[in-house]
């Protein structure tokens, strides 16, 4: 059965600090790995990744996919309050399906 | 606003009613997805159209449930005998492209079966 697993399913941090969100994914016929943003209503996109090995940035947030391994993070440094959301990671099989985890609750204090 | 638009934002229904939601994607996207969002989960396709065309649908979605898109437009899900365990977020998501990044999803309704 396909699946994404994400973790941890919680975090809670100080601002400033440095967090790494883990995705591992099993599913057939994988096409890219993509990293959303939710705070109270729609998921906004943040990355689409394809390749292995190669990282995708914007500002402080990063992440890279391991096809091998079948795993993604998402690292966010030097946090703020505004970092505080539901962060999904969903995997893309044949196309434009996706499969998603369920998220990890990202709680940033100041 | 030229984002997918959603109505209602919420709905509160007692089990066994039928309920209806709308969503508008974005103009000119030609592909159209219904998702559902239980507290806690990561969203869950459920079906989804290529212009008035339904694709797809997902084994979750059970005879209760039906979508249509029937001029390529806007979309309409139907739950039939509502219950208890279809409280959920529904989202829609609209593409012009074929790749999933394209999606765009709305704000969402929030169904409250009581």
């Known amino acids: 059965e396909d699946k994404v697993v994400q973790s941890p399913l919680s975090l809670v941090v100080h601002e400033g600090d440095t967090v790494t969100l883990n995705c591992s994914y099993e599913?057939?016929?994988?096409?890219?790995l993509l990293w959303y943003k939710q705070e109270k209503k729609a998921p906004t996109f943040l990355f689409m990744l394809?390749?292995?090995?190669i990282e995708k940035k914007s500002g402080r947030l990063s992440s890279i996919l391991d096809k091998k391994e079948l795993f993604s993070i998402l690292n966010i440094t030097a946090t703020q309050t505004g970092d505080s959301a539901v962060y999904l990671c969903?995997?893309?099989?044949?196309?434009?399906?996706?499969?998603f985890g369920t998220g990890t609750r990202l709680q940033v204090f100041p | 606003d030229t984002g997918v638009s959603q109505n209602p934002r919420h709905k509160i229904t007692k089990r066994g009613q039928n309920v209806t939601f709308r969503c508008d994607p974005i103009?000119?996207?030609?592909?159209l997805y219904w998702y559902r969002q239980t507290l806690g989960q990561g969203p869950e396709f459920l079906t989804y159209?290529?212009?008035?065309?339904?694709?797809?649908k997902s084994r979750l979605l059970s005879d209760r449930f039906s979508a249509e898109r029937p001029k390529g437009s806007f979309s309409t899900l139907e739950i039939q005998r509502t219950e208890q365990g279809d409280s959920a977020m529904y989202l829609c998501?609209?593409?012009?492209?074929?790749?999933?990044?394209?999606?765009?999803f709305g704000p969402g309704t929030r169904l409250t079966v009581t």
């Open positions: 998501a609209s593409s012009l492209g074929r790749d999933a990044y394209e999606q765009y």
């Open positions: 599913v057939t016929n994988f096409r890219s």
């Open positions: 394809t390749s292995s090995g």
């Open positions: 969903a995997a893309e099989y044949n196309t434009d399906k996706l499969i």
């Open positions: 103009s000119e996207h030609n592909r």
């Open positions: 159209f290529q212009n008035e065309a339904q694709l797809e």
